[in-house]
């Protein structure tokens, strides 16, 4: 069986074509987002393993969830994924979409990993920093992680900016074993 990211790119750049071409990029993203969190749900992955319920009833299980909640394209969206039955690579396609965007839009995604909780100035001269740094606007997402000991590690695509005490200590270690 194919890749889910395999599956879900097509699917993605369909939707975003169709985001994009309406000038509709941001409804898009936040109907995704509720699309992917429906599809998450247990019941719902239930109901997407059941090859007995046809396609219209697959749709009509997230329409009814989100009644009103989407535009007549992404409902269409919505019918098309269940009669591949794809509607279970939704998280994947939500992934590639908001991808796409972030690269129309010259945004970056950072992980951002510390050991104590940021002030939120603190995240926004850290964010300030990156952006001077990358040259792109950047959208961070803080993760705790009491491991470092202090400082902070970043993560942005496959770059590490690793300014935790934990990697200082390592990297002390190291020097004085040689």
């Not at 369909?14 to 749900?41: I, P």
């Not at 919505?78 to 965007?101: D, G, K, S, T």
Request: glycine residues 6%.
């Amino acid at each position: 069986m194919a890749e889910p990211s395999t599956i879900a790119r097509p699917y993605a750049e369909a939707a975003f074509r169709l985001a994009d071409e309406a000038g509709k990029l941001a409804e898009w993203s936040a109907m995704l987002a509720a699309l992917a969190q429906v599809a998450a749900s247990e019941r719902v992955q239930a109901a997407l393993g059941d090859p007995n319920l046809p396609a219209p009833k697959l749709a009509g299980v997230f329409l009814g969830i989100l009644g009103g909640k989407l535009s007549a394209a992404c409902e269409n969206f919505v019918r098309v994924l269940a009669e591949n039955r794809r509607l279970e690579v939704l998280a994947e396609i939500r992934a590639q979409f908001e991808a796409l965007r972030n690269e129309r839009e010259g945004v970056v995604e950072a992980d951002v990993y510390s050991a104590l909780e940021l002030e939120p100035a603190q995240m926004a001269d850290l964010v300030a920093r990156l952006e001077k740094h990358t040259g792109r606007k950047v959208k961070a997402k803080l993760s705790l992680d009491r491991e470092l000991i202090g400082g902070v590690k970043v993560v942005i695509g496959d770059k590490v900016i690793d300014a935790s005490a934990r990697a200082q200590l390592t990297a002390l270690a190291n020097a004085l074993r040689t």
